[in-house]
């Protein structure tokens, strides 16, 4: 089971200033999506993010963009 998790503060990626997401560019804004995960999977989710300093969903654009690898390749 995972740790209790600390309590949630928001993360910003650097060079990101007021809305959108200045880190990649100009016209580069994150939209809403859904995934379903479990509950384990997003606490997981969650201990990951934190330990990098950054949200959830900034760990999910990186692992999409390829600049954090899985390491199953």
Not at 11 to 39: C, D, F, M, Q, V
Request: charge should be positive; glycine fraction near 12%.
């Amino acid at each position: 089971m995972p740790k209790p998790l600390p309590k949630r503060r928001s993360h910003r990626p650097e060079g990101k200033g007021g809305k959108g997401n200045a880190a990649y560019g100009p016209n580069k804004n994150k939209e809403n999506r859904t995934i379903r995960l479990t509950s384990e999977a997003y606490a997981g989710l969650e201990q990951l993010a934190l330990q990098r300093e950054i949200s959830r969903s900034e760990l999910m654009e990186r692992i999409g963009r390829g600049l954090i690898p899985l390491g199953d390749d």
